[in-house]
């Protein structure tokens, strides 16, 4: 049973568009939700997430958890073509649990 | 680069076989975990030690087994090995136990035939 779930698996884009990636989440009391990038190669970490409201921001990333709905967001805005990757999104309890993923491809 | 580091690179083995996948943390980083990513399964979480103790712990198949040296080296040793064994294992350190930024390594592709 997938306690992470992420939405889309899959989305292609024009540079410039915004994208909003998803996960929604089955557990309540977790530690921390995470977000990862992941290229051909290591993830690579994006922000972690404990409180519900508060947006984290990295230049054109940015990402909020809402723990009443149990999901969390990710934007991507004015997208590029380095931002094609897996985005993952995990949460922490007795172990960590990883969504499998949203593949995005940023066209030019 | 992270600054963790993992050997091999590439690793094939035949069936039935054991291999042991090493990974060194970043400086001054006192814990290590372990994941396996395969094409059908994505990331899953295998174990992860805190300054050499066993932390935490996920669905680690009993034929594989894993440990960190007081030199916070940690090793992966992966025994009966199966055609499914086969993916990409990543070692990933932190400064603290928790769930913060983790550094990842740049993965052991492992391929059993």
């Known amino acids: 049973e997938d306690k992470v779930v992420q939405s889309p698996l899959s989305l292609v884009v024009h540079e410039g568009d915004t994208v909003t990636l998803n996960c929604s989440y089955e557990v309540t009391n977790f530690r921390s939700l995470l977000w990862y990038k992941q290229e051909k190669k290591a993830p690579t970490f994006l922000f972690m997430l404990t409180s519900s409201g508060i947006e984290k921001k990295s230049g054109r990333l940015s990402s909020i958890l809402d723990k009443k709905e149990l999901f969390s967001i990710l934007n991507i805005t004015a997208t590029q073509t380095g931002d094609s990757a897996v985005y993952l999104c995990?949460?922490?309890?007795?172990?960590?649990?990883f969504g499998t993923g949203t593949s995005l491809t940023v066209i030019p | 680069d992270s600054g963790v580091t993992q050997t091999p690179k590439h690793l094939i083995t035949a069936t039935g076989q054991r291999v042991t996948l090493r990974c060194s943390p970043r400086s001054g980083d006192l814990s290590v975990y372990w994941y396996q990513q395969s094409l059908d399964q994505g990331l899953q979480f295998l174990i992860q030690?805190?300054?050499?103790?066993?932390?935490a712990k996920g669905n680690i198949l009993e034929r594989f087994s894993a440990q960190q040296f007081p030199d916070l080296h940690s090793e992966l040793n992966l025994s009966s090995l199966e055609l499914g064994d086969s993916a990409l294992y990543f070692c990933?350190?932190?400064?603290?136990?928790?769930?913060?930024?983790?550094?990842f390594g740049p993965g052991t592709r492992l391929t059993v035939l």
């Open positions: 030690y805190y300054n050499g103790e066993e932390r």
């Open positions: 990933a350190s932190s400064v603290e136990g928790m769930w913060n930024e983790q550094f």
């Open positions: 995990a949460v922490e309890l007795d172990q960590f649990y």
